[in-house]
C-alpha cells in the first residue's frame, strides 16, 4: 500500500537578523492508510517543528527545503490557500491544549457550525444532526445541553474528545495528533488513547501522533520515530525503541523511565531496589515471557504521570 504522506530530507532553518538556527535536519518518514507513525521526543526536539513545517504552519522566517508528498502534492510547494483548504478537510489536527482551540466567547455548537460550514456542503439542520452525532460517538452525554455551554464549561477531556470528534467527521485521509494527552489527567488521557485506537481500526485513518511520552505512544503507534536536536535518531517498532535500541539518547529515555517505574513499584509494594543494569536485565526478562507488554507499560506510565502530576 503507498503512503498517504512521504516525508523526504526536510531542513527547517530559523533566519532571525543576522543569525541562523537550523531547527530540523534531514528528516524523513512515510505513513500509510490505516497505520499510526509515532514521532517522540523531548521539548525542542524538532517533532512539532517538523509538522507544522509540512503543514504551511510557520511564517517567513523560517526556511523550508524537501519534499512533502500528500497524494502526488508537494505540500512544501502549494500556495497558503491551498494548504489551508487540505488543512481542513483531507487533513486534519488535533492540538495539544483543547481551551486554547475554541473561542471562550461563542457556544460550542456554534463553533462546530462554524467549522462544518466552512468545509462542507451541509445545510443548518445537517451540522446540527451531525454535531448531535458527533459527540454521542465521542461518548459525550446530553449533547443538546453541551452545544449550548461554553467552553469553560467543559471539562479538558470533553473538549479534547470535540475537538477528535470534529476532525474525524471531516473524515480527513491523515489525521495529525500534536501532543493530544499532555493537558489532560491520567484517567482521561487512558480514554482518549482508546478512540485514537478506535479511529485507526474503523476509519483505516492514517494517523502522526506527537508525543513525549512513552507510554502513550505504546499504545496507539505502529511504528515509532525518535527525535533529538532536530533528527531521528532512532525509529522501529515499540517493542525495539524499549528493547534494542541503538541510539544513546533512545536508551537514556527508556532508561530513565524505567527507573522512576522500578521505584513506584519499590515504593508500593515493596520491591527490591535494584541497580540500573538489573533494571534493564529485568525488563529484557519480562519482555521474553511476554509480560512486559504494551498495557502493562502504558498502565504503569499513566500511574506515574498522575503521581508526578500530584507532586507538582
Same mark, same amino acid.
Given at each position: 500500500?503507498?503512503?498517504?504522506?512521504?516525508?523526504?530530507?526536510?531542513?527547517?532553518?530559523?533566519?532571525?537578523?543576522?543569525?541562523?538556527?537550523?531547527?530540523?535536519?534531514?528528516?524523513?518518514?512515510?505513513?500509510?492508510?490505516?497505520?499510526?507513525?509515532?514521532?517522540?521526543?523531548?521539548?525542542?526536539?524538532?517533532?512539532?517543528?517538523?509538522?507544522?513545517?509540512?503543514?504551511?504552519?510557520?511564517?517567513?522566517?523560517?526556511?523550508?527545503?524537501?519534499?512533502?508528498?500528500?497524494?502526488?502534492?508537494?505540500?512544501?510547494?502549494?500556495?497558503?490557500?491551498?494548504?489551508?483548504?487540505?488543512?481542513?478537510?483531507?487533513?486534519?489536527?488535533?492540538?495539544?491544549?483543547?481551551?486554547?482551540?475554541?473561542?471562550?466567547?461563542?457556544?460550542?455548537?456554534?463553533?462546530?457550525?462554524?467549522?462544518?460550514?466552512?468545509?462542507?456542503?451541509?445545510?443548518?439542520?445537517?451540522?446540527?444532526?451531525?454535531?448531535?452525532?458527533?459527540?454521542?460517538?465521542?461518548?459525550?452525554?446530553?449533547?443538546?445541553?453541551?452545544?449550548?455551554?461554553?467552553?469553560?464549561?467543559?471539562?479538558?477531556?470533553?473538549?479534547?474528545?470535540?475537538?477528535?470528534?470534529?476532525?474525524?467527521?471531516?473524515?480527513?485521509?491523515?489525521?495529525?495528533?500534536?501532543?493530544?494527552?499532555?493537558?489532560?489527567?491520567?484517567?482521561?488521557?487512558?480514554?482518549?488513547?482508546?478512540?485514537?485506537?478506535?479511529?485507526?481500526?474503523?476509519?483505516?485513518?492514517?494517523?502522526?501522533?506527537?508525543?513525549? !511520552?512513552?507510554?502513550?505512544?505504546?499504545? #496507539?503507534?505502529? @511504528?515509532?520515530? &525518535? %527525535?533529538?536536536?532536530?533528527?531521528? +535518531?532512532?525509529? $522501529?517498532?515499540?517493542?525495539?525503541?524499549?528493547?534494542?535500541?541503538? !541510539?544513546?539518547?533512545?536508551?537514556?529515555? #527508556?532508561?530513565? @523511565?524505567?527507573? &522512576? %517505574?522500578?521505584?513506584?513499584?519499590? +515504593?508500593?509494594? $515493596?520491591?527490591?531496589?535494584?541497580?540500573?543494569?538489573?533494571?534493564?536485565?529485568?525488563?529484557?526478562?519480562?519482555?521474553?515471557?511476554?509480560?512486559?507488554?504494551?498495557?502493562?507499560?502504558?498502565?504503569?506510565?499513566?500511574?506515574?504521570?498522575?503521581?508526578?502530576?500530584?507532586?507538582?
Amino acid at each position: 500500500m503507498s503512503a498517504i504522506l512521504k516525508v523526504e530530507n526536510l531542513n527547517v532553518t530559523l533566519t532571525q537578523r543576522k543569525s541562523s538556527k537550523k531547527l530540523v535536519e534531514e528528516v524523513s518518514f512515510e505513513v500509510r492508510p490505516g497505520e499510526c507513525l509515532g514521532i517522540l521526543g523531548e521539548s525542542g526536539s524538532g517533532k512539532s517543528m517538523t509538522v507544522k513545517s509540512v503543514l504551511g504552519l510557520l511564517d517567513k522566517n523560517f526556511q523550508i527545503s524537501g519534499r512533502a508528498i500528500f497524494d502526488g502534492q508537494d505540500l512544501l510547494r502549494e500556495s497558503k490557500e491551498e494548504l489551508r483548504r487540505l488543512r481542513g478537510s483531507r487533513i486534519t489536527m488535533v492540538l495539544q491544549n483543547p481551551m486554547t482551540c475554541f473561542d471562550p466567547l461563542y457556544r460550542i455548537g456554534s463553533q462546530m457550525a462554524e467549522t462544518f460550514a466552512t468545509h462542507t456542503t451541509w445545510s443548518a439542520q445537517e451540522i446540527r444532526s451531525h454535531s448531535l452525532e458527533i459527540l454521542a460517538q465521542m461518548r459525550i452525554r446530553n449533547g443538546e445541553e453541551v452545544l449550548e455551554k461554553y467552553p469553560h464549561q467543559l471539562s479538558g477531556g470533553m473538549l479534547q474528545r470535540i475537538m477528535i470528534g470534529i476532525a474525524m467527521a471531516l473524515e480527513p485521509e491523515l489525521l495529525i495528533a500534536d501532543e493530544p494527552t499532555t493537558a489532560i489527567d491520567a484517567i482521561t488521557q487512558y480514554e482518549i488513547l482508546e478512540e485514537f485506537v478506535r479511529i485507526k481500526k474503523e476509519k483505516h485513518t492514517a494517523m502522526l501522533f506527537i508525543t513525549h !511520552d512513552l507510554g502513550a505512544i505504546s499504545k #496507539v503507534a505502529d @511504528r515509532v520515530l &525518535v %527525535m533529538n536536536s532536530g533528527h531521528i +535518531v532512532d525509529s $522501529g517498532t515499540f517493542e525495539h525503541i524499549l528493547m534494542h535500541a541503538n !541510539d544513546p539518547y533512545t536508551r537514556m529515555l #527508556v532508561e530513565k @523511565r524505567s527507573a &522512576v %517505574m522500578h521505584r513506584y513499584r519499590q +515504593v508500593l509494594h $515493596g520491591d527490591p531496589i535494584l541497580s540500573q543494569n538489573q533494571i534493564l536485565n529485568r525488563s529484557q526478562v519480562l519482555n521474553e515471557k511476554g509480560l512486559l507488554n504494551e498495557k502493562q507499560f502504558l498502565d504503569e506510565s499513566q500511574i506515574l504521570n498522575r503521581k508526578e502530576n500530584a507532586a507538582c
